[in-house]
């Protein structure tokens, strides 16, 4: 798969640098968590399946490649739309293994898609 767009692209390195961390779902069809470092992910159903991988990025746009879930998704790309804004993050993937991507972000309560809104998890106070 060709990379989005190369990480010198400014506004690459910087959404780059905002998503980094781990971020909880406060709306959406199901709870979730997200965990960015690098160019790593791991995304989690609470109570449910994980899927690890890599991504690339370009302003809006990110291809998350899955090397580790479920059988039916493992080794495929999964095209997203991302915003951030504000220490919100708006995230919509599209189904594993289609080169389709949403055009928009649907709302939340849409059925036909997991449309999530995350905050930043707060850091815990280590002795501080």
């Known amino acids: 798969m060709a990379v989005l767009a190369p990480a010198a692209d400014p506004v690459v390195q910087t959404a780059l640098e905002l998503l980094q961390g781990v971020w909880t779902s406060v709306a959406g069809p199901r709870e ?3 965990l960015i470092a690098g160019y790593r992910f791991t995304f989690e159903f609470v109570g449910g ?3 690890m991988g890599t991504f690339d990025l370009a302003p809006g746009q990110m291809d998350m490649h899955i090397d580790e879930g479920p059988p039916e998704h ?3 790309f999964s095209r ?3 915003q951030i804004e504000g220490g919100v993050l ?3 993937p599209g189904r594993p ?3 389709r991507r949403p055009a928009t972000f649907p709302d939340v309560d849409d059925p036909r898609y997991l449309s999530l809104v995350f ?3 707060a ?3 280590r002795g501080k």
Do not use: E, K, Q, T
């Open 97 to 99: 293994g289609s080169d």
């Open 123 to 125: 850091r815990p106070n």
């Open 32 to 34: 979730a968590r997200l």
């Open 80 to 82: 997203c739309i991302y």
């Open 74 to 76: 493992a080794g495929r």
């Open 90 to 92: 708006r995230w919509c």
């Open 49 to 51: 399946d994980i899927y």
């Open 119 to 121: 905050r930043r998890a």
